[in-house]
Every structure is written in C-alpha cells, then in structure tokens.
C-alpha cells in the first residue's frame, strides 16, 4: 500500500492505552496513513489520554497547547483527542481547544477510521463518546508489528465493575467486559506468526476474565495461549487480588511460558482504609493469597501498587502501609498520592491530607521499596537468569581482551528485572533480538542488573 498521509500518536497513561494506540495506527492504514515520531510533519495527530490520575490528565491540557501552534502553521492539520480524558470531557474539550477536529471515547477506537475520513471529506468537528454494551473489536487484517518488535500488548477485556472509590476507569470505560477467547487466541497467534515473542494480556481485572459472559476463566485462557507455536513468554496485568483464584496461582508451576512475575496491587496496607477504599479484601486475606503464591512458586517476583495519603489514612494507617511492605518484600512497586477524580466518591470524603504530608508519605514508601529492590538483586548475584533480548543499549563496554568497546545488551529475566550484557560484534546481530539467553549475573544495581552470557561449554 502506498501512504500519502502521516499521522503522529501521543500515548499518555497505561498499558491499555499503548495497545489502543497500536489498533488506532493499524485502523488509520486503510485511509492510507503511515506513522510517524514527530508531530511537526504530520497530517493527522492523535493524542491517546489517561485520566487515572490528576497529572495525567494536566499533561493532555499542556500538549493540547502546544499543538495550537502546530495548526496555526498548518491549518490543514488534523487533531484528535482519544481515551479517558475525552470520554470524561466530551463535547467541553472542544470548547476549551476551538483548533480540535476529533473527540472520540475509550469505545470509539474502532470507529476512529470512519470519523476521521469524514471530516477529511466533509469538514467539521465531531465527538463520539458512545459507551457500547459489546467490545468493538477492530478488523484482524489492522494488526501490524513493526520489524524490530517482540512485545506486545493484548487486551482480553475493557472495563472494570470493582469501583473502587478512588477509581475513574468504570466512569471512562464502562463496565466489565471480556473478548471472545477465540479472537484473542487468533490475534495472538498472528502476532507470534509476525515475530512477536512475548504478549501481556492485558484488562482491569484479568483475574475475573470470562465471569459474566460464561466463557473460559482466565487460567484456562492461559492454558490456551501457553500453546501457542512461536510465543516464548506470556505476562498480565492487572490483578485484582479479590479475584486471585488457586488455579490461578497454580499456572505459575505448570505453564511454562507463564513469567513467574505477578502485579498484584494492595494500594493500602491498613484494612480500615481498604475498606473505604471498596478494594473487598483486608490486609490478612491479601497476605493470605502472597503465601500461596510463593508457596506455589517460590522464585516469583511480586510488584504492587500503593496509593498514599487518601481520605482518612492515618500515620497509624500509613505505618501499616510500610510494614506491609516490608512483610512482602515486593521486588518493586509503583506509588503515587492520592488525587481526587471526577465522579470517584473519593472525591466526596472528608478528612483529607494534606499536599506536603502525602508527600513526604510518597517519599519514605519509594525510599523504602529502593532498598527492598536493591537487596532483591542483589541476591541475585552469582545465579544464572534466562532473559529474553530486547535490543542494544545506547552504553558501550569495555573488553577484557584488548580493552575494546563491545556492544552491550539488554534483556527481561521472566520476573521482569532488566539485564544488561556486552557480547562481541561477530555475535552482536539482529539474530539476537527475540532470542531467550542465559545471562551470568555479576553485578546488581538498584533498578538493573549486569552479567555476562553463559558460554556452550559452561
């Protein structure tokens, strides 16, 4: 096909959001546009949003205005904005970017193609932010890799019915809904054909999969997609915990594709405050399902999510927060202060902390998780990991053997740390990437860890 238009994608937010920049790249190509990295030569722009947290969101504003000077130059440019903030905004993004041509919702990715060919053929400003009772799937003949790709991302559901009351996602994405496991099992095996190697299944709660339509539960699911020819690895998220099931946590001993890796986010380590939270668990019952896990699994690497300073939280409550931490040992995790959202209950609570409190609360979780990490890895040292090459790294290293720079790689061990490892250039080809390597580990920092690769004869 030849592609007489560009269209540069901003992706801000999740892992949901990167995969539907990819089905908004892949529908685009029947109206014959290609992607690009830079906006500045584009024809069509389209901003992807994330609403999940109060940043985010001031982030769509701040690019939003730097485009306007974009369609000033260019007024034939097209811009579009997609994703939770435009399925929460609707109709009053327009208002507030007159330069705008396109507001589509979190459902509306599927349509995109057709409201984009209208306005190139008909003028005007449209927004569609229609929820829909059924998953819009986009036509399979849209996916596409790019040469250099071994990841990738598949949703196999939309939507969330938790609600928790911190929560935005059932307000912008509707409720829960999972895909036909047959589309999902078809789409992944056209990638794995295209060169793809590992896939995250993708869903706000991957656990409770197929429940309400009666399909098959997500453990079955991946059983399915471990057959897969091709494919070397399989991860997910996100994980509620209510929903970790036993046949669940027993895929990580029987599946072999299956990465012992789990994202299993506590949020709050005090049960007073889960409750408020509406998460359906207590610090005990998750606690619990942390023994079975590496009971079944005892090498599997555990990341969670914290949330500091909600309505309420205590310095008793946020005590508990840290010891739970502790208790775990997660080999990493991902913090952020509580903000209130539009139509989250949360919004509503009383009692809240205040901006300095939540942030020194922010910095002794990070500042406690690096140590945690940091005696992860280092424990690490000495044992032979499998990591999955990704590419080269901008870094070079030094050989032994004639002090030479040599190129230096890098890959995932199955429990998501990152590995990097020189290899000399006679074997430094793109043959490497996509391949799984086994990796001597030497040394460990706090976010990486260093090795050399195992030789035939060791």
């Not at 901003?47 to 940043?55: D, G, M, V």
């Not at 996100?238 to 990580?252: A, E, G, R």
Request: with cysteine; hydrophobic share 35%; proline share 5%.
């Amino acid at each position: 096909m030849i592609y007489p238009k560009t269209v540069y994608i901003h992706t801000i937010g999740c892992q949901m959001n990167v995969y539907d920049s990819e089905r908004i790249a892949g529908g685009l190509m029947p109206l014959g546009y290609r992607q690009i990295s830079e906006p500045e030569s584009a024809d069509l722009v389209i901003l992807n949003t994330c609403a999940i947290r109060e940043k985010a969101e001031q982030k769509v504003f701040s690019f939003l205005g730097r485009m306007a000077g974009l369609k000033r130059k260019n007024p034939e440019l097209l811009i579009g904005v997609g994703g939770c903030v435009a399925q929460q905004e609707g109709r009053k993004i327009l208002d507030r970017a007159p330069y705008l041509d396109v507001v589509f919702g979190t459902h509306a990715v599927s349509r995109l193609p057709a409201l984009i060919h209208q306005v190139e053929t008909t003028g005007g400003r449209l927004v569609d932010v229609a929820l829909s009772n059924t998953i819009q799937e986009s036509p399979a003949d849209t996916i596409s890799v790019n040469p250099d790709q071994i990841s990738r991302f598949v949703t196999i559901m939309q939507g969330c019915d938790n609600y928790c009351t911190y929560c935005v996602v059932p307000h912008v994405r509707g409720r829960e809904m999972s895909r036909s496991p047959d589309r999902i099992l078809s789409e992944i095996k056209t990638l794995a054909e295209s060169g793809i190697r590992e896939v995250t299944l993708l869903g706000q709660n991957v656990n409770s999969y197929g429940t309400k339509e009666g399909l098959c539960d997500f453990s079955e699911l991946l059983t399915r997609v471990n057959g897969i020819d091709g494919l070397l690895r399989i991860r997910f998220t996100t994980s509620h915990p209510k929903d970790l099931s036993d046949d669940l946590i027993t895929c990580f001993n029987r599946l072999d594709k299956l990465c012992r890796h789990i994202h299993l986010p506590v949020q709050s380590g005090s049960t007073r405050i889960l409750s408020r939270m509406n998460r359906k668990y207590t610090r005990d019952t998750y606690l619990d399902k942390i023994d079975r896990l590496r009971s079944a699994c005892p090498d599997i690497a555990i990341t969670t999510d914290i949330i500091v300073g909600f309505p309420g939280e205590t310095s008793v409550d946020f005590e508990k927060t840290l010891s739970l931490i502790r208790q775990v040992s997660y080999d990493g995790l991902f913090a952020f202060m509580y903000s209130d959202r539009p139509n989250a209950p949360a919004a509503r609570f009383s009692e809240k902390i205040s901006e300095a409190e939540k942030a020194e609360r922010l910095q002794q979780v990070l500042g406690l998780q690096e140590i945690l990490t940091l005696e992860k890895n280092q424990s690490l040292i000495h044992s032979v990991q499998t990591v999955l090459v990704e590419g080269v790294s901008p870094r070079m290293h030094a050989s032994e053997v004639g002090h030479e720079a040599v190129p230096q790689w890098y890959g995932r061990t199955p429990g998501h740390k990152i590995i990097h490892f020189p290899e000399p250039e006679r074997l430094s080809t793109t043959g490497n990437i996509g391949r799984l390597k086994k990796i001597h580990i030497e040394k460990a920092f706090s976010h990486s860890l260093w090795g050399r690769p195992v030789s035939q004869e060791e």
